[in-house]
């Protein structure tokens, strides 16, 4: 770490702000290294209130896939201990840090002066763990998918984020509810997705019990529609694309992992 606060010009203040490396085992609940040839080449920590912390590369093990390696455990032992999301604050000239956090999933959404002695210029991401989404057909084989309006504004099954203190049943009800304005009912569980970025999305197989689906006011979503199937446009969600097959297929409590993102 010193190493790498050296290269970026960065204060070391060993007895304040980096206090908390002179007992790792108290400040953290995970701290992680990585190792090539034998020398310790990055590092990342999970901190007590669930925030990715001291998440560090040398020149010597960047671009080779250690720091997302590193970000991988974090998020994984973090979606373990019950945690729905991460907080990542990051100096704002660590670009190549951003561009790793993004490739995650993870989105931007403030920034602050840090109480470091450089007085770090910081932004911060927040990164959710784990998702939650519901697949529904109508009586003629219809899906009923959704269309983001961010992003490749893909398609996708209504769904989104698993909260604090919320199950992944939970989740899918009341996301699904916020997307298309319909009460519903789950039947079951069709699978969990765990996609090669750490991410994990569990699908339920549900019906609407009151309303009519439409498109819900806010702006994240730009349509609504039942479709067959077949004729789902690209590009689709990794939820989208790796559930629907186990939809179709009528297949219950799938578990599939390390599935590639698109």
């Not at 590092?43 to 912390?53: H, V, Y």
């Not at 995650?104 to 840090?114: L, M």
């Not at 109508?138 to 199950?167: C, H, K, M, Q």
Request: aromatic share 8%.
């Amino acid at each position: 770490m010193r190493a790498v606060y050296a290269e970026y010009g960065f204060t070391w203040d060993a007895g304040g702000h980096h206090a908390d490396l002179e007992d790792v085992a108290a400040s953290y609940l995970s701290f992680f290294v990585a190792e090539l040839d034998g020398t310790i080449v990055g590092t990342a920590g999970l901190s007590r209130r669930g925030s990715l912390e001291r998440l560090y590369l040398l020149s010597s093990g960047r671009g080779k896939g250690v720091g997302g390696a590193l970000l991988r455990a974090v998020i994984e032992d973090a979606r373990e201990r019950g945690f729905a999301r991460l907080e990542i604050w990051t100096d704002k000239i660590l670009t190549d840090g951003h561009r790793l956090y993004e490739r995650f999933g993870a989105y931007r959404d403030g920034e602050r002066v840090s109480d470091d002695p450089d007085a770090s210029h910081e932004w911060r991401y927040i990164l959710a763990l784990s998702g939650a989404c519901v697949a529904i057909f109508d009586d003629g084989g219809r899906l009923l998918v959704v269309r983001e309006n961010y992003g490749r504004r893909r398609w996708s099954f209504p769904g989104g984020a698993i909260e604090a203190g919320e199950t992944a049943a939970e989740a899918a009800v009341r996301e699904g509810r916020e997307e298309t304005g319909v009460e519903i009912e789950l039947d079951h569980l069709i699978g969990s997705y765990g996609l090669d970025n750490g991410f994990l999305v569990h699908l339920f197989r549900g019906r609407v019990v009151a309303d009519e689906p439409e498109l819900q006011p806010g702006g994240e979503l730009s349509e609504l529609r039942w479709l067959p199937p077949d004729l789902i446009p690209e590009p689709r969600s990794n939820a989208l694309r790796h559930g629907l097959p186990d939809a179709l297929a009528g297949r219950r409590d799938v578990v599939r992992e390390n599935l590639a993102r698109r």
